[in-house]
């Protein structure tokens, strides 16, 4: 077990050290990044971003990237998760919040490949 966790937690570093590189001020990390392994959640502020979740996880399906938006209590559904809006965060940059899910399956070369087409995302939807 503590092998699969070392090794989804650092696949996670890897990616919450890649979304910095991307943009360290339009994109927010939510949560503290060590206390859930297995989730990152990170928010598009609507101050930078267009913020549109069907938009973008369409384009993250498009290139093979499942992910999910707000938090897992309103999965399914475009509405902003009262979580996150709790979390401080207006409707605008909630609806840029995006979740990913982590796995002992995932490889670095998936993680790698996730950043390089959020990258592409950030530019596209970028203000």
Not at 99 to 106: H, I, K
């Amino acid at each position: 077990m503590k092998i699969n966790l070392d090794h989804v937690s650092e696949l996670k570093k890897v990616f919450l050290k890649g979304i910095k590189v991307i943009d360290n001020t339009g994109i927010k990390l939510n949560g503290c990044a060590d206390a859930v392994p297995y989730i990152a959640s990170i928010t598009f502020l609507s101050e930078y971003y267009q913020n549109d979740a069907e938009a973008m996880l369409i384009f993250l399906d498009i290139h093979g990237i499942a992910a999910s938006n707000g938090a897992a209590c309103t999965s399914g559904t475009l509405k902003p998760s009262h979580v996150i809006l709790a979390s401080g965060y207006n409707d605008d940059d909630a609806r840029g919040t995006i979740r990913f899910s982590f796995s002992v399956q995932n490889t670095l070369k998936e993680v790698n490949y996730t950043l390089e087409i959020l990258n592409n995302l950030a530019r596209k939807f970028r203000k």
